[in-house]
């Protein structure tokens, strides 16, 4: 297997799982789904990640065409994107969920409201920080069919994991406490912290080439 190719679609995997960050998904999910039934909360789960699955496949599909549209290249999208998501991870470097994933407090879901819907699918799993990642790696895979497969492929095992630590999200509590949930959201939000800066060198490499190149 090529090896850029390889690294590409780990580094495809490692930052969409660290923005939509499941382990800090799960004290939010607990809390809007105590009053529930274990089998109606397992219903609302697999709704909300379903949607969520398909908002980010969507933008995955027309992410290209949305940048093509709006005359934005590649390295501009690779420096703001990494502006983007390093703004994201400095709230998580504290043990709190990234600004860009998590809703107000008055967005944390109502009375009669379908809270698979909204907070849960959208913003928590694919609020604004999912949707620039996948722009951005997908600005970033151009027209390779084989890297925008890889997307997909990792967009899929984020969510599939995302669903397996939130159905067993109150054991995962129990097991690690809260206390163990924040220093996972803080490592995350290390290496979320990196991967963003690393994606805003590539844009500025890119961009100082194709200036030598004119």
Same mark, same amino acid.
């Given at each position: 297997?090529?090896?850029?190719?390889?690294?590409?679609?780990?580094?495809?995997?490692?930052? $969409?799982?660290?923005?939509?960050?499941?382990?800090?998904?799960?004290?939010?999910?607990? /809390?809007?789904?105590?009053?529930e039934?274990?089998?109606?909360?397992r219903?609302?789960? $697999? %709704? /909300?990640?379903?949607?969520?699955?398909?908002?980010?496949?969507?933008?995955l599909?027309?992410?290209?065409?949305?940048?093509?549209?709006?005359g934005?290249?590649?390295? /501009?999208?690779? $420096?703001?994107?990494?502006?983007l998501?390093?703004?994201?991870?400095?709230?998580?470097?504290?043990?709190? %969920?990234?600004?860009?994933?998590?809703?107000?407090?008055?967005?944390?879901?109502?009375?009669?409201?379908?809270?698979s819907?909204?907070?849960?699918?959208?913003?928590?799993?694919?609020?604004?920080?999912t949707? /620039?990642?996948?722009? *951005?790696?997908?600005?970033?895979?151009?027209?390779? *069919?084989?890297?925008?497969?890889?997307?997909?492929?990792?967009?899929?095992?984020?969510?599939?994991?995302?669903?397996?630590?939130?159905?067993?999200?109150?054991?995962?509590?129990?097991?690690?406490?809260?206390?163990?949930?924040?220093?996972?959201?803080?490592?995350?939000?290390?290496?979320?912290?990196?991967?963003?800066?690393?994606?805003?060198?590539?844009?500025?490499?890119?961009?100082?080439?194709?200036?030598?190149?004119?």
């Amino acid at each position: 297997m090529d090896q850029d190719f390889f690294r590409f679609g780990l580094a495809a995997f490692v930052t $969409i799982l660290v923005v939509v960050d499941p382990p800090g998904v799960v004290p939010i999910f607990v /809390a809007l789904t105590s009053d529930e039934e274990p089998r109606r909360r397992r219903a609302i789960l $697999i %709704r /909300a990640v379903l949607i969520a699955f398909g908002v980010a496949l969507f933008f995955l599909i027309a992410g290209r065409a949305v940048l093509s549209y709006l005359g934005v290249t590649v390295h /501009a999208f690779s $420096i703001s994107g990494g502006i983007l998501l390093f703004v994201a991870a400095m709230p998580m470097l504290f043990g709190h %969920r990234g600004g860009l994933q998590a809703p107000e407090p008055k967005e944390q879901g109502s009375v009669g409201q379908d809270i698979s819907v909204f907070p849960l699918a959208m913003p928590l799993l694919s609020g604004p920080g999912t949707i /620039a990642t996948i722009l *951005l790696l997908t600005s970033q895979a151009g027209g390779d *069919l084989k890297r925008l497969a890889a997307i997909g492929v990792a967009i899929a095992i984020v969510f599939l994991v995302s669903f397996l630590v939130l159905h067993l999200g109150g054991r995962l509590i129990g097991l690690v406490g809260e206390g163990g949930v924040h220093i996972a959201t803080r490592v995350m939000g290390i290496v979320l912290a990196a991967l963003a800066v690393q994606f805003v060198l590539n844009g500025v490499a890119g961009y100082y080439k194709l200036l030598i190149g004119r």
